[in-house]
């Protein structure tokens, strides 16, 4: 379910009833431990949290009008999304999660390239999606992506 909003608040207000509580603080997390730099907005129909294009022009390579995407957040038909480029592009930070994510949740980790699927709102790893968020400083971001960008040319 793709919903168009123009602000994060719309956004939460658009999602159903059982999913806010989660999703608002899910998104007090990222806010808390965002690298400086990084902007909150909506970003393709979801929570998003992006390199600006005042900081960097380019913006995102498939669509330069859009600022580059680091991550976002989504109440999804049958879960909330989490999703994280680091994850997606970086084969350590993705297994430093995969270690990680077991010490913080009684379920099975439930994930795509970097899609992390949460179906039971009551067992988000709020400390580890904290510490996760640290762990790209904007800088690195856009080194990572730049690099990525330039192997497949």
């Known amino acids: 379910m793709q919903i168009f909003v123009n602000t994060v608040d719309e956004y939460i207000a658009s999602i159903p009833e059982d999913r806010k509580e989660a ?6 997390t990222l806010l808390e431990n965002l690298p400086e730099g990084f902007e909150e907005r909506t970003s393709y129909g979801m929570i998003g949290y992006v390199v600006p294009h ?3 022009p380019n913006g995102y390579h498939c669509t330069p009008e859009q600022p580059l995407p680091f991550m976002n957040v989504a109440s999804q ?3 909330i999304a989490l999703y994280h480029m680091g994850l997606y592009s970086s084969p350590d930070l993705l297994e430093w999660f995969k270690t990680e994510y077991p010490k913080h949740c009684k379920y099975k980790l439930d994930m795509g390239k970097g899609c992390v699927r949460f179906k039971k709102t009551d067992d988000i790893p709020y400390e580890l999606i904290a510490e996760l968020t640290r762990k790209i400083s904007l800088q690195d971001w856009i080194t990572q992506y730049e690099s990525m960008i330039k192997g497949r040319k």
């Not at 999703?23 to 007090?28: C, D, E, F, Q, T």
């Open 23 to 28: 999703v608002s603080k899910l998104r007090k």
């Open 54 to 56: 005042s900081l960097y």
């Open 77 to 79: 038909k049958n879960f």
